[in-house]
C-alpha cells in the first residue's frame, strides 16, 4: 500500500496567499513529516507532526493531523516566490533497529510574484 | 550548521560500468540511507545502515547495488553494472534518532 498521496499534485497561486496541501496514508504512524525540495535539489525537512498531536505551527507553516481520518494538511502562509517547491509528506516506517521515510508523490507548489 | 555533502553533483556512465557515490554525512548522526528519485516520480527507499550493517534494503536494492561505509565519515552507494533504469537522483541522508533526516543534495546519475 501507499504511504503519504498528496493532492493537489499541482498548485498555481499568487504571492500573498495561502497555500494548503494534504496527504493522506494508509496505515498507523508514529509521526508524520513533512519535506520541501526545489527543482533538483535534496530534501529539507520541514516540520514533524507526533501522532498525539493535531497541529502544529512553524513561522508560516502550519501542520494539521487526523489520524481517525489518516489525513495531514500543510498550510503556507502569506506565500513568497521562494516557496515555489514540491511539498512531500513521508511517514516512517520500523523494521528491525531502523525507520525508512515513506514518501508520497509530492505537490508541486508554483507562487507567481 | 552541519550538512549530509554528497559527491559527485552529475555523473553520466556507460551501461555495464561501475558507478561510486559518495556521501559524508553529518558526524554525530548513526543512521545512513540511501533513496532514489527517478525524473517525475516519488523518493523511493533503496537502504538504510546502522552499527556498520545494512539495517534494510528495498525490493529495489538488488545485487547489484551495496553500501559502505569505509572510513568511518564516508558512506558510499555502489552500482556494479548500471543498467538503463538506473538513471536517477540518487540522495544520501542521515539521522541522529531516526525522527528527522537529513538530506544531501542528491548525485545525478546517468546511464547511457
Known amino acids: 500500500s501507499q504511504q503519504g498521496e498528496e493532492d493537489p499534485q499541482a498548485l498555481s497561486i499568487q504571492e500573498g496567499e495561502n497555500a494548503t496541501m494534504n496527504c493522506s496514508y494508509k496505515?498507523?504512524?508514529?509521526?508524520l513529516q513533512w519535506y520541501r525540495q526545489n527543482s533538483g535539489r535534496g530534501l529539507v525537512h520541514l516540520i514533524l507532526?507526533?501522532?498525539?498531536?493535531r497541529e502544529k505551527h512553524s513561522g508560516r507553516l502550519r501542520v494539521t493531523l487526523d489520524t481517525s481520518k489518516k489525513s495531514s494538511s500543510l498550510l503556507i502562509t502569506a506565500s513568497r516566490a521562494a516557496d515555489t517547491a514540491s511539498y512531500f509528506c513521508?511517514?516512517?516506517?520500523?523494521?528491525?533497529?531502523?525507520?525508512?521515510?515513506?514518501f508520497g508523490q509530492g505537490t508541486t507548489l508554483q507562487v507567481k510574484p | 550548521e552541519p550538512e549530509v555533502t554528497q559527491t559527485p553533483s552529475h555523473q553520466v556512465t556507460q551501461m555495464g560500468q561501475e558507478v561510486i557515490l559518495r556521501c559524508v554525512p553529518i558526524?554525530?548522526?548513526?543512521?545512513f540511507y540511501w533513496y532514489r528519485q527517478i525524473l517525475g516520480q516519488k523518493v523511493e527507499f533503496l537502504v538504510s545502515?546502522?552499527?556498520?550493517?545494512?539495517?534494510?534494503k528495498s525490493e529495489i536494492f538488488d545485487d547489484q547495488f551495496s553500501v559502505e561505509r569505509p572510513d568511518g565519515s564516508n558512506f558510499t552507494l555502489k552500482i556494479r553494472s548500471t543498467k538503463l533504469e538506473d538513471s536517477a537522483m540518487y540522495f544520501c541522508?542521515?539521522?541522529?534518532?531516526?525522527?528527522?533526516?537529513?538530506f544531501g543534495q542528491g548525485t545525478r546519475l546517468t546511464v547511457v
Open positions: 541522508a542521515s539521522s541522529a534518532y531516526q525522527v528527522e533526516a537529513f
Open positions: 496505515t498507523s504512524i508514529n509521526n
Open positions: 507532526i507526533r501522532s498525539n498531536e
Open positions: 513521508a511517514t516512517v516506517r520500523y523494521s528491525s533497529n531502523t525507520g525508512k521515510l515513506i
Open positions: 558526524s554525530n548522526h548513526l543512521y
Open positions: 545502515f546502522y552499527n556498520n550493517e545494512i539495517s534494510e
